[in-house]
């Protein structure tokens, strides 16, 4: 009697557990999307903490989002889901220094009427430094997953825009059910890009670099009026709330640091010439020119996030074109190869002077980011400094270092697992943990992962074939056919638009992990302008961004295959 | 106390690393015509350099140990060619989105890889005023600069302390730019209302900041700052020399009155096609003028022009350049010089103190460059055939005593960043400021990129 009561007690209260826990997690889940835990343990995996620091055998055990112990002599939790680490390599997850990832490009703000160029109203001008990334943060956006997908996990996003687009902020590239749960630290840098408005002031970089010098002293002498007035506003004239002036502060007290867009080796220096007149603290990012700024970056403490994009490589010419080369071509076919090594050994160039950078994705295509990596690395960049630049000194550079950046006990569960060293060809990423959430991907055989393609059989390949296409341009829709052939391993395409302008033929088309790529030529007034498309194929439907860096635009393209 | 300790280091810390280091160089060169402009021509002379400035001038001079003798034996050594109008070197030149933007520098936009620097240099150039365009009526303010060939860094092409100089523009073309945007000005009046205008709201603006600061109150709140309004107040301070790009008499007049009326003294009118008609005014006033040899009849502004031009000034007592604005002429302003001895017999020594001497005093940079003195900086041409020869031949150029042109090693690929996707990049000997006189055909909109109308 005495036990049974015993048993029945513990029997209620085991239900009053359960019912208390089921409680605890809220709603229930009519998706059956969410993880039956969240505590993890990757057991017996070869684990690189941090660059150069490397444990064999060792279990990392993830629990509540933060990455709860890390050892060769660690007990794994019994409500863990247990990973099997044999073969595999764990690292912390990736850290994007400059990108648009998980913002939603806005409308382009329309030409006002009546518009005087010498002065035209803020969001014209792209003046709009008190507007945030999370104003633009879309959880849909698929650039999350497709930079997560390539090791990401921490993205410093920025805002689209034009001079002064916004705050950056750091975000978690998770699958997340609202923005703010993707949100790690909250408008930490004043995005600027030379980038002018059309046909108004500042209209290119003479204007821009003064436009700047102007809101700047104007912040300092506002930053005294506002605190005075703080302080005691008797007899004091009311300072005017100009949120322009107010998003200034933080980078007047040097709060928040300045990221500037600086791809080429002028644009560096232009940021830097401002940041040696007004003393802010400066970051640049997107860098693609740096390999003689090596020494100017350590001298003023720049942060630097250099660009994963990298030119294509020359073609070296064999044969019969090589026989009908004059020297004049060979001399100016070596000299794009030597500027070619200069483009990829940038890296390798700024590590042996000692500067610690990070990387940027901003100009980069996500599914080229490994193989770029691997081509710095082939140029001089040793894979501890690649690995650093993608996790501790971006960490450090971002402030985010105390919190993430390695695999070590108490930092946020971000971890990437490759089924190989990472920086090997052949590696492919088969669990990434963002925030404590795992995410699976699949591994696909040898063989087709060797050109990274996920290849279908000859005949039945997603791409090729006829395709019904649809964008919005600043004078319309445009729409028409293409078309998409494949020769071996290259396709090819071409582009006919219903209204009747030549045929544009499709360039550098690329398809790879469901991401279909390719650029054009449009001929705008005797002028050839590029025309970026990007994105991914589901089935018979691609839903794509085509983007005109000249003139810093970006629009949605959609097309249907034909006949299905 | 403290406080002032650390911002005075910090000031000396950022100045000494913002100082791009220059190379100089030292060199003797043997046995040559010195043209020295302002002592006569020396036969058979030797000129000593030593770090980047003339150390000696004279006859059978050693040269000390390590430094390297040129042989100029039949040849001409002249001081380096200065374009007082030049686009070159820059990454961009107008900000034509506002009629006045003297706010904006050249200086930020400097762009060092312009292989128009070498062709310039191998025309015998050391110097050149890389201008704001002349869309506006204030453009933005200029920078002299010294062509130091094969930098990435465009600090290094910067002319040290060089005064401080700001392009303003008449006539045909801010009007057009105004009339096109629908903004002011849109006549040669609305010109003059807009200099008035400007430098009235900049006397306001001096006063406004000069009673700010006299304030003793602790609690003060500062006046807004304008960049625009602080330069146009260093031009009214005798601060800035202004540059004014100018075609007609009656506009030149203009600005003549305008100035007496703010008390602005420094003053070169660019172009100047027919200052010739107010030569005497010009003399009065003190202001001079840099124009071209020949060149007319490109618009109906220029009808009235003389290639008499440069002479009819030189004889009235005006001081006067001969300037290129152009990445072409850049390389042969010997002989743009040389053809006001076919117009108006002009001296040597005159005609080539139009492509030296005078254009360096338009630049308030005449006690560095612009003649073969000693103490002067080593800016140097070398020509085989007397420069205002048309057999002359520029064979060697030298800046701060460092040779960048040397016609005996000319490299044909000049190029210093190569677009590793492109075998040759689009360049033609007519560079991007061409485009920029014609801007508004030049740019294309945003709108024309997705027209139907190709």
């Given at each position: 009697?005495?036990?049974?009561?015993t048993?029945?007690?513990?029997?209620?209260?085991?239900m009053?557990?359960?019912?208390?826990?089921?409680?605890?997690?809220?709603?229930?889940?009519?998706?059956?999307?969410?993880?039956?835990?969240?505590?993890?343990?990757?057991?017996?995996?070869?684990?690189?903490?941090?660059?150069?620091?490397?444990l064999?055998?060792?279990?990392?055990?993830?629990?509540?989002?933060?990455?709860?112990?890390?050892?060769?002599?660690?007990?794994?939790?019994?409500?863990?889901?247990?990973?099997?680490?044999?073969?595999?390599?764990?690292?912390?997850?990736?850290?994007?220094?400059?990108?648009?990832?998980?913002?939603?490009?806005?409308e382009?703000?329309?030409?006002?009427?009546?518009?005087?160029?010498?002065?035209?109203?803020?969001?014209?001008?792209?003046?709009?430094?008190?507007?945030?990334?999370?104003?633009?943060?879309?959880?849909?956006?698929?650039?999350?997953?497709?930079?997560?997908?390539?090791?990401?996990?921490?993205?410093?996003?920025?805002?689209?825009?034009?001079?002064?687009?916004?705050?950056?902020?750091?975000?978690?590239?998770g699958?997340?059910?609202?923005?703010?749960?993707?949100?790690?630290?909250?408008?930490?840098?004043?995005?600027?890009q030379?980038?002018?408005?059309?046909?108004?002031?500042?209209?290119?970089?003479?204007?821009?670099?003064?436009?700047?010098?102007?809101l700047?002293?104007?912040?300092?002498?506002?930053?005294?009026?506002?605190?005075?007035?703080?302080?005691?506003?008797?007899?004091?004239?009311?300072?005017?709330?100009?949120?322009?002036?107010?998003?200034?502060?933080?980078?007047?007290?040097?709060?928040?640091?300045?990221?500037?867009?600086?791809?080429?080796v002028?644009?560096?220096?232009?940021?830097?010439?401002?940041?040696k007149?007004?003393?802010?603290?400066?970051?640049?990012?997107?860098?693609?020119?740096?390999?003689?700024?090596?020494?100017?970056?350590?001298?003023?403490?720049?942060?630097?996030?250099?660009s994963?994009?990298?030119?294509?490589?020359?073609?070296?010419?064999?044969?019969?074109?090589?026989?009908?080369?004059?020297?004049?071509?060979?001399?100016?076919?070596?000299?794009?190869?030597?500027?070619?090594?200069?483009?990829?050994?940038?890296?390798?160039?700024?590590?042996?002077?000692?500067?610690?950078?990070?990387?940027?994705?901003?100009?980069?295509?996500?599914?080229k980011?490994?193989?770029?990596?691997?081509?710095?690395?082939?140029?001089?960049?040793?894979?501890?400094?690649?690995?650093?630049?993608?996790?501790?000194?971006?960490?450090?550079?971002?402030g985010?270092?105390?919190?993430?950046?390695?695999?070590?006990?108490?930092?946020?569960?971000?971890?990437?697992?490759?089924?190989?060293?990472?920086?090997t060809?052949?590696?492919?990423i088969?669990?990434m943990?963002?925030?404590?959430?795992?995410?699976?991907?699949?591994?696909?055989?040898?063989?087709?992962?060797?050109?990274?393609?996920?290849?279908?059989?000859a005949?039945?390949?997603?791409?090729?074939?006829?395709?019904?296409?649809?964008?919005?341009?600043?004078?319309?829709?445009?729409?028409?056919?293409?078309t998409?052939a494949k020769d071996?391993?290259?396709?090819?395409?071409?582009?006919?638009?219903?209204?009747?302008?030549?045929d544009?033929?499709?360039?550098?088309?690329?398809?790879?992990?469901?991401?279909?790529?390719?650029?054009?030529?449009?001929?705008?007034?005797?002028?050839?302008?590029?025309?970026?498309?990007?994105?991914t194929?589901?089935?018979?439907?691609?839903?794509?961004?085509?983007?005109?860096?000249?003139?810093?635009?970006?629009?949605?393209?959609?097309?249907?295959?034909?006949?299905? | 106390?403290?406080?002032?300790?650390?911002?005075?280091?910090?000031?000396?810390?950022?100045?000494?690393?913002?100082?791009?280091?220059?190379?100089?160089?030292?060199?003797?060169?043997?046995n040559?015509?010195?043209?020295?402009?302002?002592?006569?021509?020396l036969?058979?002379?030797?000129?000593?350099?030593?770090?980047?400035?003339?150390?000696?001038?004279?006859k059978?001079?050693?040269?000390?140990?390590?430094?390297?003798?040129?042989?100029?034996?039949?040849?001409?050594?002249?001081?380096?060619?200065?374009?007082?109008?030049?686009?070159?070197?820059?990454?961009?030149?107008?900000?034509?989105?506002?009629?006045?933007?003297?706010?904006v520098?050249?200086?930020?936009?400097?762009?060092p890889?312009?292989?128009?620097?070498?062709?310039?240099?191998a025309?015998?150039?050391?110097?050149?005023h890389?201008?704001?365009?002349?869309?506006?009526?204030?453009?933005?303010?200029?920078e002299?600069?010294?062509?130091?060939?094969?930098?990435?860094?465009?600090?290094?092409?910067?002319?040290?302390?060089?005064?401080?100089?700001?392009?303003?523009?008449?006539?045909?073309?801010?009007?057009?730019?105004?009339?096109?945007?629908?903004?002011?000005?849109?006549?040669?009046?609305?010109?003059?209302?807009?200099?008035?205008?400007?430098?009235?709201?900049?006397?306001?603006?001096?006063?406004?900041?000069?009673?700010?600061?006299?304030?003793?109150?602790?609690?003060?709140?500062?006046?807004?700052?304008?960049?625009?309004?602080?330069?146009?107040?260093?031009?009214?301070?005798?601060?800035?020399?202004?540059?004014?790009?100018?075609?007609?008499?009656?506009?030149?007049?203009?600005?003549?009155?305008?100035?007496?009326?703010?008390?602005?003294?420094?003053?070169?009118?660019?172009?100047?096609?027919?200052?010739?008609?107010?030569?005497?005014?010009?003399?009065?006033?003190?202001?001079?003028?840099?124009?071209?040899?020949?060149?007319?009849?490109?618009?109906?502004?220029?009808?009235?022009?003389?290639?008499?031009?440069?002479?009819?000034?030189?004889?009235?007592?005006?001081?006067t350049?001969?300037?290129?604005?152009?990445g072409?002429?850049?390389?042969?302003?010997f002989?743009?010089?040389?053809?006001t001895?076919?117009?108006g017999?002009?001296?040597?020594?005159?005609?080539?103190?139009?492509i030296t001497?005078?254009?360096?005093?338009?630049?308030?940079?005449?006690?560095?460059?612009?003649?073969?003195?000693v103490?002067?900086?080593?800016d140097?041409?070398?020509?085989?055939?007397?420069?205002?020869?048309?057999?002359?031949?520029?064979?060697?150029?030298?800046?701060?005593?460092v040779?960048?042109?040397?016609?005996?090693?000319?490299?044909?690929d000049?190029?210093?960043?190569?677009?590793?996707?492109?075998?040759v990049?689009n360049?033609?000997?007519?560079?991007?400021?061409?485009?920029?006189?014609?801007?508004?055909?030049?740019?294309?909109?945003?709108?024309?990129?997705?027209?139907?109308?190709?």
């Amino acid at each position: 009697m005495k036990l049974l009561l015993t048993k029945t007690i513990r029997a209620v209260f085991l239900m009053l557990l359960t019912v208390s826990t089921v409680s605890l997690n809220a709603q229930s889940d009519p998706t059956g999307e969410s993880a039956v835990t969240r505590t993890f343990a990757i057991t017996n995996a070869t684990v690189i903490q941090a660059p150069g620091k490397e444990l064999k055998g060792a279990t990392v055990v993830i629990k509540n989002g933060l990455i709860q112990a890390v050892g060769t002599n660690v007990t794994v939790p019994t409500n863990a889901q247990v990973i099997d680490g044999k073969d595999m390599f764990v690292y912390a997850g990736f850290i994007d220094g400059l990108a648009n990832t998980g913002a939603k490009r806005p409308e382009n703000t329309p030409r006002p009427n009546d518009l005087f160029s010498p002065d035209p109203p803020n969001d014209y001008a792209g003046i709009t430094p008190e507007h945030s990334l999370l104003d633009q943060l879309d959880i849909e956006s698929n650039t999350i997953a497709s930079m997560r997908k390539e090791g990401f996990a921490i993205s410093h996003s920025v805002p689209f825009g034009r001079m002064l687009p916004g705050a950056g902020s750091i975000i978690l590239l998770g699958d997340k059910k609202h923005a703010d749960e993707l949100i790690l630290s909250k408008d930490v840098t004043m995005f600027t890009q030379f980038a002018g408005a059309p046909g108004a002031y500042p209209g290119n970089v003479l204007g821009i670099m003064a436009k700047y010098r102007n809101l700047y002293r104007n912040a300092e002498n506002n930053k005294k009026h506002y605190d005075s007035y703080a302080e005691n506003p008797s007899g004091i004239e009311r300072p005017e709330r100009d949120r322009v002036t107010e998003a200034f502060f933080p980078v007047v007290t040097k709060q928040q640091a300045v990221m500037y867009d600086a791809s080429g080796v002028l644009e560096v220096q232009r940021a830097m010439r401002l940041q040696k007149e007004l003393g802010f603290r400066l970051m640049v990012g997107n860098v693609k020119q740096a390999w003689d700024l090596g020494q100017m970056f350590k001298d003023n403490g720049t942060g630097v996030f250099l660009s994963l994009d990298l030119p294509d490589a020359p073609k070296e010419a064999k044969g019969k074109d090589l026989d009908e080369m004059t020297e004049e071509t060979k001399r100016l076919e070596a000299r794009k190869v030597d500027f070619y090594k200069k483009y990829v050994g940038q890296a390798a160039s700024l590590a042996n002077s000692g500067v610690k950078f990070g990387f940027s994705s901003l100009d980069a295509t996500s599914t080229k980011v490994k193989a770029n990596l691997l081509t710095m690395i082939e140029n001089g960049l040793s894979e501890n400094d690649a690995l650093a630049a993608l996790t501790t000194n971006a960490a450090s550079l971002l402030g985010i270092d105390k919190i993430t950046g390695t695999v070590e006990a108490g930092k946020i569960a971000n971890i990437m697992v490759s089924n190989a060293p990472y920086f090997t060809k052949d590696s492919q990423i088969k669990f990434m943990f963002v925030d404590g959430d795992k995410y699976d991907f699949e591994i696909k055989e040898k063989g087709a992962a060797g050109n990274g393609n996920r290849s279908a059989a000859a005949g039945n390949d997603p791409i090729v074939g006829s395709w019904t296409y649809n964008f919005e341009t600043p004078n319309g829709a445009s729409t028409g056919k293409m078309t998409f052939a494949k020769d071996g391993d290259t396709y090819t395409g071409k582009m006919t638009s219903n209204d009747g302008a030549p045929d544009a033929n499709l360039q550098e088309v690329t398809f790879a992990n469901g991401t279909l790529s390719f650029i054009f030529m449009i001929d705008a007034g005797g002028q050839s302008v590029e025309l970026v498309v990007s994105g991914t194929v589901t089935g018979n439907q691609y839903d794509a961004e085509v983007t005109v860096s000249a003139f810093n635009f970006s629009t949605p393209m959609s097309a249907t295959k034909d006949g299905q | 106390m403290k406080k002032n300790i650390l911002i005075l280091t910090l000031i000396l810390f950022t100045g000494f690393i913002s100082e791009a280091q220059v190379k100089k160089g030292d060199v003797l060169i043997k046995n040559g015509t010195v043209l020295t402009i302002t002592k006569g021509t020396l036969d058979n002379t030797d000129v000593l350099i030593k770090d980047g400035k003339i150390s000696r001038i004279g006859k059978n001079l050693k040269a000390p140990n390590g430094v390297q003798e040129i042989d100029a034996t039949g040849k001409f050594i002249m001081p380096g060619i200065i374009d007082a109008h030049s686009h070159i070197a820059l990454s961009s030149v107008n900000e034509g989105t506002s009629q006045v933007t003297a706010e904006v520098n050249m200086g930020d936009v400097i762009d060092p890889f312009d292989v128009s620097i070498y062709r310039a240099l191998a025309g015998g150039v050391t110097s050149t005023h890389a201008l704001h365009g002349s869309a506006n009526v204030i453009g933005g303010e200029s920078e002299t600069l010294k062509l130091r060939y094969g930098t990435s860094n465009p600090e290094e092409l910067k002319f040290e302390d060089a005064p401080r100089t700001i392009k303003f523009a008449l006539g045909e073309n801010p009007t057009r730019g105004g009339r096109s945007r629908g903004i002011q000005p849109s006549s040669r009046m609305g010109v003059e209302a807009m200099l008035r205008n400007s430098f009235n709201d900049a006397i306001a603006y001096r006063s406004t900041w000069a009673a700010y600061k006299a304030d003793k109150n602790p609690r003060k709140v500062a006046p807004e700052y304008d960049l625009r309004m602080e330069t146009l107040v260093d031009i009214l301070d005798g601060k800035v020399l202004v540059h004014c790009h100018s075609y007609r008499a009656d506009e030149i007049y203009m600005l003549l009155k305008v100035f007496t009326d703010f008390g602005i003294k420094k003053l070169t009118f660019q172009h100047a096609n027919e200052a010739y008609k107010v030569a005497s005014e010009l003399a009065e006033f003190g202001a001079s003028a840099s124009v071209f040899a020949d060149w007319w009849a490109y618009k109906l502004e220029v009808y009235w022009s003389t290639a008499y031009n440069a002479t009819i000034l030189t004889r009235n007592g005006v001081l006067t350049s001969i300037n290129s604005d152009s990445g072409e002429l850049i390389r042969h302003l010997f002989h743009e010089a040389a053809k006001t001895q076919k117009y108006g017999d002009l001296s040597d020594e005159e005609a080539l103190s139009l492509i030296t001497l005078n254009p360096a005093k338009q630049l308030g940079i005449d006690n560095r460059v612009g003649s073969i003195e000693v103490g002067k900086d080593a800016d140097i041409a070398i020509f085989e055939g007397h420069p205002l020869s048309v057999y002359a031949i520029p064979v060697m150029t030298f800046v701060d005593g460092v040779k960048y042109f040397d016609r005996a090693n000319d490299i044909a690929d000049q190029r210093i960043y190569i677009n590793p996707e492109e075998a040759v990049e689009n360049i033609t000997i007519f560079n991007r400021e061409d485009e920029d006189r014609c801007m508004e055909e030049g740019v294309v909109s945003f709108e024309a990129l997705f027209s139907n109308k190709k």
